[in-house]
């Protein structure tokens, strides 16, 4: 097809604009690492900024990795991030899969209490004691059990599982499958996308888990990275009294920022392609 002119005119806008907004989004990220890996000579040179670095160093992750506490923070954050995602995807798919057949008993009224959710909510002191009575304060289950299951993921899923052509299951069960079945060995392998895309949703909340540590775990052991950096950042902030203590504080509280955000960081592009699909086809029904 030969593109007129008004659409060549189109499109190098968009091109443009969408450059524009992703150099946006770029130079602070940039600016964040190249400060963590400047030396802090050459950042006080240059006013505290800057983007591309003349010399290079790492010794402010050296002594951000030195101490226990970074490490021990990655390695709670992992756990709670891998056992919290899989028991997220296990659950949500259990909660969406009957309530996408058409003829689960009482299938409107979980789906009335799960949109329910969307409006009320038991607020943060009943969650509170609920975690406090069940045994879950300063353990790694007071960070995964309470936001188990997300209502708005169930609905994705929902929708998903409701897009797939029904003839599949009919086939299945001609053949005998039970639902268990026809759920592990059909709907599972066709719903790559949406598994992904949700996955993603979740391990990202874990990875930056932070309100619920501070209101739950009160044992330093247990804090997870964003706990970490957070207290990090506020003790190089209480540093910055004297001139020669302000850019090493600086440099390490960059280097604190893109510890814990380059794990994501590096898995995000793995997952993008299925991120549009998924989201698509579990958001509109066909």
Known sequence: MVKQKGDL????????????LGAIALVPLLYVFSVSITPYSEVLKNGGYVIIPKSITFEAYKQLFSESTIPRAFKVTIIITVVGTFLNIVLTTLLAYPLSRKGFPGRKYILFAIVFTFIFNGGIIPTYLIVKSTGMLDSLFSMIVPNIIWSYNVLIMKSFFDNLPEELFESAKIDGAKEFRILWQIVVPLSTPVFLTLCLFYAVSHWNEFFQAIMYVSDRNLYPLQVVVRDILMQTLSSMSNTESMVPAVTMQMAAVI????PIILVYPFIQKYFTKGMLLGAVKG
């Open 9 to 20: 005119v189109f499109n190098t806008f968009v091109y443009v604009l969408l450059a524009v």
């Open 259 to 262: 510890s814990a955000s380059l």
